[in-house]
């Protein structure tokens, strides 16, 4: 059963960073009816919805936040 509208984690704020010379997209969400363990076990699902080459890492935060990390790893070469 999904979590209610009132349930989902609300996205509070994106930001971009370079991780190991990698574009990084970070998304930060309030959580706290959602656990630590249900966003790790929705990682695979994560990683294909965002596409090939993109790792995703799941950071918990203080105060029921999580920031999910979409990573690029590929590198464009520009000639």
């Known amino acids: ?5 009132e349930d989902r984690p609300v996205l ?4 971009e960073e370079n991780i190991e010379g990698n574009y990084g997209l970070i998304l930060e969400f309030d959580s706290p009816f959602i656990t630590l363990e249900t966003w790790q076990d929705k990682k695979e699902k994560i990683t294909k919805f965002f596409g090939p080459d993109i790792t995703v890492r799941i950071d918990p935060k203080e105060d029921n936040e999580i920031d999910i990390f979409l990573i690029s790893s590929s590198q464009t070469q520009e000639g």
């Open 12 to 15: 509070v704020a994106i930001r």
């Open 1 to 5: 059963m999904s979590p209610s509208d």
